[in-house]
């Protein structure tokens, strides 16, 4: 009877042991197909020195999804300094670990002359190469393959020129050269046309006061034909930010570049121009008179392509005898710099000034620059330059009844 129930014993161990071992392959199976990630390609791998390194990456599933592309890679792999390398892939709790060895010599070579020395180069003017040359790993001369990319330079600041060749084996070797962009007011440019507009009204219903102020309307349908052609052309619609680096010698704009303004932030622009805006997906300023129930409308009248800036608080008013009057030009530092804090708070924004009228004198030129705006516009006539006092701004007026043809030749390079 010992010996019977033993075997019983040892049958239902052994029974049990094997429904273990099922369950165990059965979740082990589900896990390696549900969870799971590997290298792509090689664990351990070797570069040349300045190699461009093309990272194979790693393959990773989460619940039985490939999520490859949400794969996060930890570690860089500088090749231009040789050394050991490590990369950790993670995705979710699951990582996996790669070590690159990046080897001391470059195969294919660039030299770079001058010792690769950095240079320097004012904005604008052309960047003359010191040189370099290139060869392959059996002394090959190779430099006609050799591509450069980054030396159109568009902005002032610390650049870098690659150079990059291949020896058609497969191997890629890159290099660069350091370049300081110094700025630079005196290059050649095609000037930056800054618009001023002021109301918009729909033809089918003309406001009372149309005659009156005839030379600041545009009716809807001339401003969207406008704004139509400005994208046919590729018109590019720099910020304040860049006007501003344009303006000191730091930034070289697309030649077709426009900044559109509209002063006063009357009912009439705010209902009518926003809309044609947006139907064009074409930024542009108001310049509100925020006294003028400017809280209001800023917070009724928001949009993705405009942008709020100030056109003082309560000095579109007369009181001065500059220009057309304006008070601006006659009020304390206290009392102008108190408005144009009010203004600033109410639009949200203090980069763009507009003067009241467009009259200023030095003392309200320089309460605009210690309220910290980066650019200032008046209504003299002209397309803004690099040099020009960014705080004193020309634009280009906007009227009534002009035709298409008279805007393109306004605003054209």
């Given amino acids: 009877m010992k010996n019977i129930r033993s075997k019983k014993t040892l049958l239902t161990v052994l029974a049990l ?3 273990v071992l099922g369950i165990f392959a059965v979740i082990t199976a589900y896990y390696i197909t549900h969870f799971s990630m590997t290298l792509n390609g090689e664990k351990d791998m070797t570069v040349n020195l300045n190699s461009v390194f093309d990272d194979p990456g790693a393959k990773a599933i989460i619940n039985g999804k490939n999520v490859s592309d949400e794969v996060e890679v930890i570690g860089e792999i500088d090749t231009s300094s040789p050394g050991i390398y490590d990369l950790t892939y993670k995705a979710g709790h699951l990582s996996v670990k790669r070590s690159v060895k990046v080897l001391d010599e470059m195969n294919p070579q660039i030299i ?4 690769g020395k950095a240079v320097t180069v004012k904005l604008g003017e052309e960047y003359e190469d010191p040189g370099y040359h290139a060869v392959d790993e059996d002394g090959r001369d190779i430099t006609g393959k050799v591509k450069i990319t980054g030396d159109n330079f568009k902005k002032a600041g610390e650049n870098k020129v690659t150079y990059t060749v291949s020896d058609g084996k497969g191997n890629i070797t890159q290099v660069s050269r350091e370049v300081t962009v110094e700025p630079n007011v005196h290059y050649d440019s095609a000037g930056l046309p800054i618009c001023m507009y002021h109301y918009v009204y729909d033809e089918k219903k003309p406001p009372d006061d149309l005659n009156r102020r005839y030379g600041n309307y545009i009716s809807i349908k001339d401003l969207s034909e406008e704004l139509e052609w400005l994208n046919e052309e590729g018109y590019y619609y720099p910020t304040w930010k860049e006007v501003r680096e344009y303006i000191d010698g730091k930034l070289i704009l697309p030649e ?7 002063d006063d932030g009357a009912v009439s622009f705010l209902k009518n121009g926003i809309p044609v805006l947006e139907k064009y997906k074409i930024p542009a300023t108001c310049f ?5 129930n400017g809280e209001e409308k800023v917070d009724e009248y928001r949009s993705d392509y405009l942008v709020y800036e100030s056109h003082s608080h309560n000095m579109h008013r007369p009181g001065g005898n500059i220009g057309h009057g304006g008070v601006f030009t006659a009020i304390s530092e206290e009392e102008g710099m108190a408005d144009l804090k009010e203004s600033i708070k109410i639009c949200g924004s203090g980069e763009a000034f507009a003067y009241p009228f467009g009259d200023y004198n030095v003392s309200s030129r320089d309460m605009v620059e210690e309220a910290g705006f980066l650019c200032a516009v008046t209504t003299e006539y002209g397309k803004a330059r690099p040099g020009t006092d960014p705080l004193l701004l020309p634009r280009i007026r906007m009227v009534m009844g002009q035709s298409l043809e008279s805007f393109k030749d306004k605003v054209s390079p």
Avoid at 256 to 262: A, N, P, Q, T
Avoid at 288 to 292: A, D, G
């Fill in 17 to 19: 042991a094997i429904l």
């Fill in 112 to 115: 770079l002359e001058d010792s």
């Fill in 256 to 262: 077709k570049s426009i900044v559109l303004c509209f």
């Fill in 288 to 292: 509100m008179i925020t006294s003028k």
